[in-house]
């Protein structure tokens, strides 16, 4: 049996999604991302940013962007590893001008909560975490982009149905983590597909020639 999860954040907390040789076993939210990550994962898929230049921004990024095209802007920029320890965005907003030549979202800083507390867990050995992305899931499942955002009716049916084809059958009632936004439960299970790939060796990693973030580690993003 292959177990993998794909984790998702969200508002209050994380979204995990786990399979046991590509079908979907479990589904829980919990309020950190320990609490999803269990050690006995081959891989755990998670929907962060993993590692950060000490200047500039992340080829992976761009890489990204290039192959979601019409849904390019679901990759938003990560930048530097020094801005993420700034408090306030003003002064990280600043020092990424300084580092990039380019300002950084409110968007992208909303998430350093998340990033700092995803990347903590990425630097231990026992944690087997993975950079992916859903949308580069969802694009490899259907063999292009899709032309819906997963915050509409379309785009969320279109995606439900892309899982199920990959048998990810996604139930109607989850419980407690029904609670959980649908766009964000169906992020997680795509992350699931994609820690499944990884850990049967059928991933793809943009860049296929990763960088090394400035703590030494590899810096892509998987699918």
Known sequence: MTRVRGID?????WIGVELDDGALVRVESAPTLAALCDPGCAVIGVDI???FPEKGWRAADFAARRRLGVRRN??????PASVWEEDEWVAANKLTRQLTGQGLTKQAYALRTKVLEANAL??????PLREVHPELSFAAMNGSPLPYTKKTWNGVMARRALLAACGIAVPDDLGDAGTVPVDDVLDAAAAAWSAHRIAVGAATAL????ELSSDGRPMAIWY
């Open 49 to 51: 940013p993993l590692g």
């Open 122 to 127: 990425s630097g231990m050995t026992e944690q």
């Open 74 to 79: 679901s990759i938003f920029l990560a930048p």
């Open 207 to 210: 860049p296929e020639q990763p």
């Open 9 to 13: 954040g969200y508002a209050r907390g």
